[in-house]
């Protein structure tokens, strides 16, 4: 196969960058931050993009005449231009799975933060206060539910059942899924609502999805329900979110994701003491750039011709 042109609008460190040239040394890299200035020529010309897909638009697709991979680095794929890369039969790829490890760590110290107090105890260390009359959960007998069990959710759920708790899924089709003690097709999701102690989100945004949750969707949910959204924002919206927490329809939201982001500084979400707000970090980790690009090296050699199938290939009549 002859050189193939590479470009990335990823700046990796220069360890990593070093590494992936040196295993496919006979084509050509250029990385930079984003898409702009004199690389955009370069972006112009290249037979395979590596971006987070959130920086390209149709006119962009017209341009690169050459283009026939678009390797995204995360997960969320719903920012590319579907049309213009679906007229052109492009390639598309994401990084699907790269985020399940920082993200059932990151849900599973949430609910072990909520369960075992810590907030509280922390204010009451301020305070200076030797109170043992505040009360604490297990995780242990409690059920959760996910909504989205995919890699993610599926690491979720094994860590869930590690301590000891009875897990519930919901899939597109339903279908059994390993460590999920039950299994609900997307379209009975409502039904182990009121049966959930920790009810979680993984779902991507996608017209399905969008809005799904809507307020008769807390009223069925216990009062100490724990809602923990590292998903997408759009699952809800915000003013019905806001509503449901100030009718204290359930105990508590965890939110790593929200409808607008950045949250505006004015949203009463902020101030609400049954809401904990995170920056949209679930999936920060050092390690994710490494695993994104050892996925990449993966469907790469696939590509120039290895044996072998491609990872996370996205249907692009299906956008996922």
Request: charged letters at 25%; proline letters at 4%; hydrophobic letters at 40%.
């Amino acid at each position: 196969m002859s050189l193939v042109k590479i470009v990335s609008s990823i700046l990796p460190p220069e360890d990593l960058q070093e590494q992936v040239r040196q295993l496919f040394p006979d084509d050509e890299f250029t990385f930079n931050k984003g898409l702009k200035g004199e690389f955009y020529n370069e972006f112009i010309g290249a037979e395979i993009f590596i971006t987070y897909g959130e920086d390209l638009s149709a006119e962009d697709i017209e341009k690169a005449k050459n283009l026939k991979w678009i390797s995204v680095m995360s997960a969320g794929v719903e920012k590319l231009p579907f049309e213009a890369i679906q007229a052109r039969n492009i390639l598309v790829t994401n990084a699907r799975g790269v985020h399940q490890i920082p993200m059932a760590e990151y849900t599973l110290g949430l609910m072990l933060r909520h369960a075992k107090r810590f907030d509280r105890f922390l204010f009451e260390q301020k305070e200076r206060n030797w109170n043992r009359r505040i009360e604490t959960e297990e995780l242990h007998g409690a059920t959760v539910l996910v909504l989205g069990a995919g890699a993610i959710g599926g690491e979720i759920a094994k860590r869930c059942q590690l301590f000891g708790m009875y897990t519930i899924g919901v899939n597109t089709s339903g279908k059994k899924a390993e460590y999920f003690n039950e299994m609900y097709r997307l379209d009975q999701w409502e039904k182990p609502l009121p049966q959930a102690d920790y009810i979680i989100s993984v779902l991507p945004s996608l017209e399905s999805t969008t809005h799904l949750l809507q307020k008769k969707h807390f009223e069925l949910m216990k009062e100490s329900a724990v809602f923990i959204n590292i998903g997408r924002g759009s699952l809800v919206a915000t003013e019905v979110l806001i509503q449901a927490l100030q009718d204290q329809d359930i105990g508590h939201a965890y939110l790593d994701v929200v409808e607008q982001e950045p949250l505006p500084k004015d949203n009463p979400l902020w101030t609400m003491g049954n809401v904990t707000i995170t920056p949209h970090i679930s999936g920060k980790s050092k390690r994710y750039l490494p695993r994104a690009f050892d996925i990449f090296s993966h469907n790469f050699h696939i590509y120039k011709g290895v044996p072998g199938e491609m990872k996370n290939v996205i249907q692009l009549d299906r956008r996922y």
